[in-house]
């Protein structure tokens, strides 16, 4: 598996029952504090294994740093937080490669295996299937206000929690199941990523704005206009491609589009197994899941929020 529906790993089958899973990630410092961004881009990376149902189990690391601006302790802590959370999913960093950057970027190339009989990919959601998501939306628009001293503890330590969570269990879970299809919400946030399941599947998503799971003073900080280029951008991308339902609330708009960082995994499954599911996720302390919508055959649309 490559390209061709852009799932979110590479897949290359070793054996009739083995296959490795090939991902890379990185990005900018998206908080202050250099542990925890290591940890956050350390979950990110790992992600796409989980969402195809694989298990990591190698990673390297990908280091820009600028090495006249930042001293050396900044960057060990970044990768104290990438090694930690690596071992936190049964990972072992094998190495890695620096380069001397302007701009801070930090990530992880990330190797796993799976059982090439058992791959979920993007695509395969089938009409009458349930849509569970697996964290709360938002980690966009809170980095944005976090930039401008404008994110409160609260809110910031709901954030850092999300990002940190490893989608792990998310995974397991979903393995428990008859899964049709799955993919991580990411950068092209949960509108976006939902459009290439649905192209990919040759159906419509119908998502519930009401039942979309929020961080914490995401209304407030949507009406004081903190939004990414990124949401803008993945609006633009998007247009004639999804329906917003002229009733659906700012907050809940802005949060469908919103750019995510190591966001949750979105679900299709079969809808009598979706409570099942969720009660599994919640066990696991994913209190934010939900069941957000279903898939229907094909309209005009590939995507509607309604």
């Given at each position: 598996m490559g390209i061709a529906t852009s799932d979110d790993a590479g897949v290359f089958r070793l054996r009739d029952d083995l296959a490795i899973v090939n991902t890379v990630d990185f990005f900018t410092p998206i908080v202050d504090d250099p542990y925890t961004f290591g940890a956050i881009s350390a979950a990110n990376s790992l992600s796409d294994v989980y969402a195809m149902g694989g298990v990591p189990k190698t990673a390297m690391n990908i280091v820009c740093f600028p090495?006249?601006?930042l001293d050396n302790e900044i960057l060990a802590e970044i990768l104290?937080?990438?090694?930690?959370?690596?071992?936190?999913?049964?990972?072992?960093?094998?190495?890695g490669h620096t380069v001397d950057d302007p701009e801070l970027?930090?990530?992880?190339?990330?190797?796993?295996i799976i059982d090439p009989r058992r791959v979920i990919r993007n695509v395969g959601a089938t009409p009458g299937d349930a849509l569970?998501?697996?964290k709360a939306l938002g980690t966009g628009i809170l980095a944005t206000a976090l930039k401008r001293d404008a994110l409160g503890a609260r809110a910031y330590a709901a954030a850092v929690e999300s990002m940190t969570t490893l989608n792990k269990g998310a995974s397991e879970a979903m393995l428990r199941c008859d899964v049709h299809a799955a993919t991580d919400v990411t950068g092209f946030?949960?509108?976006g990523h939902g459009h290439g399941m649905a192209h990919g599947s040759d159906a419509t998503l119908e998502i519930e704005a009401a039942a979309l799971p929020l961080l914490p003073d995401l209304e407030a900080l949507?009406?004081?206009g903190h939004l990414t280029g990124g949401c803008k951008r993945n609006r633009a991308y998007l247009e004639g491609k999804v329906l917003v339902a002229p009733r659906v609330p700012d907050a809940l708009r802005e949060a469908a589009y919103d750019p995510q960082t190591s966001g949750g995994l979105l679900i299709a499954l079969p809808a009598d197994q979706a409570e099942r599911l969720l009660d599994d996720l919640r066990a696991q302390g994913l209190a934010s899941a939900r069941r957000i919508g279903r898939v229907s055959s094909r309209r005009e649309h590939w995507v509607e929020l309604g």
């Amino acid at each position: 598996m490559g390209i061709a529906t852009s799932d979110d790993a590479g897949v290359f089958r070793l054996r009739d029952d083995l296959a490795i899973v090939n991902t890379v990630d990185f990005f900018t410092p998206i908080v202050d504090d250099p542990y925890t961004f290591g940890a956050i881009s350390a979950a990110n990376s790992l992600s796409d294994v989980y969402a195809m149902g694989g298990v990591p189990k190698t990673a390297m690391n990908i280091v820009c740093f600028p090495r006249k601006e930042l001293d050396n302790e900044i960057l060990a802590e970044i990768l104290c937080g990438g090694a930690e959370k690596a071992e936190e999913a049964g990972v072992v960093v094998v190495g890695g490669h620096t380069v001397d950057d302007p701009e801070l970027k930090y990530g992880m190339a990330v190797t796993g295996i799976i059982d090439p009989r058992r791959v979920i990919r993007n695509v395969g959601a089938t009409p009458g299937d349930a849509l569970v998501l697996t964290k709360a939306l938002g980690t966009g628009i809170l980095a944005t206000a976090l930039k401008r001293d404008a994110l409160g503890a609260r809110a910031y330590a709901a954030a850092v929690e999300s990002m940190t969570t490893l989608n792990k269990g998310a995974s397991e879970a979903m393995l428990r199941c008859d899964v049709h299809a799955a993919t991580d919400v990411t950068g092209f946030g949960l509108l976006g990523h939902g459009h290439g399941m649905a192209h990919g599947s040759d159906a419509t998503l119908e998502i519930e704005a009401a039942a979309l799971p929020l961080l914490p003073d995401l209304e407030a900080l949507v009406v004081a206009g903190h939004l990414t280029g990124g949401c803008k951008r993945n609006r633009a991308y998007l247009e004639g491609k999804v329906l917003v339902a002229p009733r659906v609330p700012d907050a809940l708009r802005e949060a469908a589009y919103d750019p995510q960082t190591s966001g949750g995994l979105l679900i299709a499954l079969p809808a009598d197994q979706a409570e099942r599911l969720l009660d599994d996720l919640r066990a696991q302390g994913l209190a934010s899941a939900r069941r957000i919508g279903r898939v229907s055959s094909r309209r005009e649309h590939w995507v509607e929020l309604g």
